[in-house]
T-cell receptor, first 115, second 115 residues
Framework: ETGVTQTPRHLVMGMTNKKSLKCEQH?????MYWYKQSAKKPLELMFV???????ENNSVPSRFSPECPNSSHLFLHLHTLQPEDSALYLC??????????????FGAGSRLTVL | AQSVAQPEDQVNVAEGNPLTVKCTYS??????LFWYVQYPNRGLQFLLK??????LVKGSYGFEAEFNKSQTSFHLKKPSALVSDSALYFC?????????????FGTGTKLQVIP
């Protein structure tokens, strides 16, 4: 395990469902991130949280709603998704959000399929 | 805007031969450059980074990368490939944006090491 745990690992949902992805880190990091990984595309940064405050919302549709209740937990709430939202959603953390030398530690990802 | 390019979707190399995975970048100012590796059904793992100093950076699992400022490249290399090196490799650049360090990833290069 890398220190960043994501659940569930696989999720299949209909377009009208509401579900949530969960991310947990016990590394003592202060920054957490959501990325979307689609085949043949660069990783897309979705959201950045620093000390539980959202510092980046990268033009993500409102059907994705993040929540960071504390520095160890990050959620991505999903509702009325589209089939093109099917992808691997990766959570990552780093010591801080504003140091260039910081390394990202990734979870294994949640594979989302929208029917 | 910063960008990272990985010109090869896939690189095939025979086991025991040297390997190179190419990366070029476009950032303003001094770049912070990274390589990450992703094994099947896993998140990305950090391999190595260039912040400053020696142009040849050594990382995990015998990998190294050469920073070339004039060619704006940061190619990943290994003297002797192993079958277990087969994975997806991502180059990334980090730059300050809006008060936090924004990481831009390339599209990834699939490395296939042939026994």
């Amino acid at each position: 395990e890398t220190g960043v745990t994501q659940t569930p690992r696989h999720l299949v949902m209909g377009m009208t469902n509401k579900k949530s992805l969960k991310c947990e880190q016990h590394l003592g990091h202060n920054a957490m991130y959501w990325y979307k990984q689609s085949a043949k595309k660069p990783l897309e940064l979705m959201f950045v949280y620093s000390l539980e405050e959202r510092v980046e919302n990268n033009s993500v549709p409102s059907r994705f709603s993040p929540e960071c209740p504390n520095s160890s937990h990050l959620f991505l709430h999903l509702h009325t998704l589209q089939p093109e939202d099917s992808a691997l959603y990766l959570c990552a953390s780093s010591r801080t959000a504003n140091s260039g030398a910081n390394v990202l530690t990734f979870g294994a990802g949640s594979r989302l399929t929208v029917l | 805007a910063q960008s990272v390019a990985q010109p090869e979707d896939q690189v095939n190399v025979a086991e025991g031969n040297p390997l190179t995975v190419k990366c070029t970048y476009s950032v303003s100012g001094n770049p912070y450059l990274f390589w990450y590796v992703q094994y099947p059904n896993r998140g990305l793992q950090f391999l190595l980074k260039y912040i400053t100093g020696d142009n040849l950076v050594k990382g995990s699992y015998g990998f190294e990368a050469e920073f070339n400022k004039s060619q704006t490249s940061f190619h990943l290399k290994k003297p002797s490939a192993l079958v277990s090196d087969s994975a997806l490799y991502f180059c990334a650049a980090r730059q300050l944006s809006g008060g936090y360090q924004k990481v831009t990833f390339g599209t990834g290069t699939k490395l296939q090491v042939i026994p």
